[in-house]
């Protein structure tokens, strides 16, 4: 399983140095099989050691330059990142990150030859109309992106369901990740409101590899018993 925390705009680079210090002590006994990712926010990143990795929640598809209030490729160079976050709802609906824009920053961090976890998601009104209606949206969210990167691992948000509290139910995770599945090879992650109540019940689906976790990761114990639960 893989186990990804999106800390968003939460935590400071003292706070993730604590935190990961606790995270690393508390799954030491992990399975070595499973993978946990860490996504800080950018004034975090830095060189921790742990058995971990490290990966930007954004960044601009350039090396540097006159892109105020981005980071580039130095910027994570200088930290050895090699893992992005790209597309994620908040980033489509809250900065208007277009299609175009999560292709052209996918496409870039491609030739990077960066490991891509990609987010894809449907608002509520698209769920209330269906299984049918929900496959459509999510493949659209496909268009210019190369499903067939080695380095690719999809994650699949509900929008309605992040930091709601209100999880897709099992059968919504079951039906849209055998659809999934029948799209693309890669791992699949499912996030929105995975917490240590639901996650046995949903890792155990078939088709879900992972969880992208955002609230319930924000706490090292509290992550880290969703990890060896
Ligand atoms: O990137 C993480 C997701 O947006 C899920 O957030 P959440 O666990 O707070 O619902």
């Given amino acids: 399983m893989i186990f990804?925390?999106?800390?968003k705009t939460n935590h400071t680079r003292s706070s993730t140095?604590?935190?990961?210090?606790a995270l690393?002590?508390?799954i030491a006994a992990k399975k070595s099989e499973d993978q946990v990712y860490i996504f800080p926010p950018a004034t975090a990143l830095d060189?921790?050691?742990?058995?971990?990795?490290?990966?930007?929640?954004?960044?601009?598809?350039?090396?540097?330059?006159?892109?105020?209030?981005e980071i580039g490729l130095d910027q994570?160079?200088?930290f050895d990142i090699k893992t992005i976050l790209i597309g994620h709802s908040e980033r489509r609906e809250l900065m208007g990150e277009s299609q175009e824009k999560v292709a052209e920053k996918f496409d870039f961090f491609k030739a990077q030859g960066f490991e891509i976890i990609y987010c894809i998601g449907e608002p509520l009104e698209v769920r209330e109309q269906g299984d049918e209606s929900v496959n459509i949206y999510l493949l659209e969210q496909f268009e210019g992106i190369d499903t067939a990167y080695e380095k690719l691992i999809i994650a699949y948000?509900?929008?309605?369901?992040?930091?709601?509290?209100?999880?897709?139910?099992?059968?919504?995770?079951?039906?849209t990740h055998k659809a999934l599945r029948k799209a693309v090879a890669c791992p699949l992650l499912y996030g929105g409101s995975a917490n240590p109540d639901n996650i046995k019940e949903i890792a155990a689906i078939e088709n879900v590899d992972g969880v992208l976790v955002g609230s319930?990761?924000?706490?090292?114990?509290?992550?880290a018993s969703m990890i060896l639960s």
């Fill in 47 to 69: 060189h921790y050691k742990g058995d971990f990795t490290l990966g930007a929640q954004n960044a601009y598809p350039t090396q540097n330059g006159a892109f105020t209030g």
């Fill in 24 to 26: 690393s002590q508390k």
């Fill in 157 to 175: 948000e509900p929008i309605w369901a992040i930091g709601t509290g209100r999880s897709a139910t099992m059968e919504e995770i079951v039906s």
């Fill in 76 to 78: 994570l160079e200088e």
């Fill in 17 to 21: 140095k604590l935190y990961l210090d």
């Fill in 4 to 7: 990804a925390a999106n800390f």
């Fill in 216 to 223: 319930a990761s924000l706490d090292a114990e509290k992550f």
